[in-house]
């Protein structure tokens, strides 16, 4: 049961992150900006941020596909009977 709970948190972790990852990446941009508009280090943020972005991606659709899987098995055992 725990693992599950594990699962489910990490996942509304990963869509939380779907949302927080670009503006974490746009403060970051504005502050590379104004403090230094000749040198671009906020590239390596984005690459950083960017990986996260992509595997949290991938766990929220993952989950997704999941929960429709089971809701299309639901439905077929439902007419079924």
């Given at each position: 049961?725990?693992?599950?709970?594990?699962?489910?948190?990490?996942?509304?972790?990963?869509?939380?992150f779907l949302f927080m990852g670009p503006l974490i990446?746009a403060f970051l941009f504005v502050i590379n900006l104004?403090?230094?508009?000749?040198?671009?280090?906020?590239?390596?943020?984005?690459?950083?941020?960017?990986?996260?972005?992509?595997?949290?991606?991938?766990?929220?659709?993952?989950?997704?596909?999941?929960?429709?899987?089971?809701?299309?098995?639901?439905?077929?055992?439902?007419?079924?009977?």
């Amino acid at each position: 049961m725990i693992l599950k709970e594990k699962q489910v948190n990490r996942t509304i972790g990963a869509v939380k992150f779907l949302f927080m990852g670009p503006l974490i990446l746009a403060f970051l941009f504005v502050i590379n900006l104004l403090t230094s508009p000749g040198e671009w280090w906020v590239q390596w943020a984005a690459l950083g941020i960017g990986i996260a972005w992509v595997i949290s991606l991938f766990r929220v659709v993952r989950a997704l596909v999941l929960a429709g899987g089971l809701a299309a098995l639901g439905l077929y055992l439902s007419r079924r009977r």
